[in-house]
Nanobody, 125 residues
Framework: VQLQASGGGLVQPGGSLRVSCAASGSIFTIKSMGWYRQAPGKQREVVATITSDGITDYADSAKGRFTISRDHVGRTVYLQMNNLKPGDTAVYYC????????????????????WGQGTQVTVSS
């Protein structure tokens, strides 16, 4: 199983950016997906999450500005970021709780947490 993130870059304050993360591999089902970020010298923090039922949750810093969504297949998660601020500068990581096909067939029904490689988002003028 792999998570491949893309879409980061440099944007001016007030601008918008969308990052994507695609899951691939021997996947039976994806329970939930999310975006986290880590700024230099800080701990990784949650930005937004979305369940397989489409229930979303956002950090206070993201509410009203960011939107998390998944494609209809459920294997790609997006984070649309609007009105970006310098404080949003960080490496953004996607996360997914995935039940692999082999685990399902062996009766192991607890999903495993996977992380993408991270994509840099820099907000600066």
């Amino acid at each position: 199983v792999q998570l491949q993130a893309s879409g980061g870059g440099l944007v001016q304050p007030g601008g918008s950016l969308r990052v994507s993360c695609a899951a691939s591999g021997s996947i039976f089902t994806i329970k939930s997906m999310g975006w986290y970020r880590q700024a230099p010298g800080k701990q990784r923090e949650v930005v937004a999450t979305i369940t397989s039922d489409g229930i979303t949750d956002y950090a206070d810093s993201a509410k009203g500005r960011f939107t998390i969504s998944r494609d209809h297949v459920g294997r790609t998660v997006y984070l649309q970021m609007n009105n970006l601020k310098p404080g949003d500068t960080a490496v953004y990581y996607c996360n997914a709780y995935i039940l692999e096909i082999s685990d399902y067939h062996q009766g192991r029904l607890s999903p495993t947490s996977y992380w993408g490689q991270g994509t840099q988002v820099t907000v600066s003028s």
